[in-house]
């Protein structure tokens, strides 16, 4: 199973999304992102699970929808990619004053053993209600994943700033 679940991880506002619906667009079955879903949650009700509110209970929950996640395509047959996911989740959870990335279910639920990460692109990055954070905590963000991802034991592979059809062209080249 864990071979056929593609990571999209990388620099906040890297081009994750587009790309991921570009991904949908040819066919393939993606799942956006879990911290974006919880954001857009937390604001409609009023919560406090947020990331600039409090980041231990968001990163737990986001950690819980993308265990959810992989379970509700556990049995699709093909590739299936994802907006962020577990390791993403659990380093958040980790800088938050949580539990060790490698202790925690990160390392118990594998992916495949290639992550691709968008680098950090200024020119395309843009805030907005669900991303308050600015390019320099982003930058931090992707500093973090990039040592994250080897130490885990994955691959990483740094996405070209291309087109996205050229984007999603190379990743499935690549796999």
Known sequence: MSD????????????KSTLLEELRR????????????????ELASGGQALPWLDLTAFARRAIAMALADREAVRDHPGLVFFDRGLVDAA??????????????????HRYNRRVFLTPPWPDIYAG??????GFDAA???????EKLYPALGYETVILPKVSVVERANFVLDQL
């Open 91 to 108: 380093s958040a959870l980790e800088v938050s004053g949580g539990e060790p990335v490698l202790a925690g279910p990160a390392a118990g």
């Open 26 to 41: 040819r066919g393939h079955v993606v799942v956006e992102e879990p911290g974006r879903r919880i954001v857009q949650e």
């Open 128 to 133: 907005d209600a669900e991303r308050r954070h």
């Open 139 to 145: 930058l931090e963000e992707y500093d973090r994943l």
């Open 4 to 15: 056929r679940f593609i990571v999209l991880s990388g620099c906040s506002g890297g081009g």
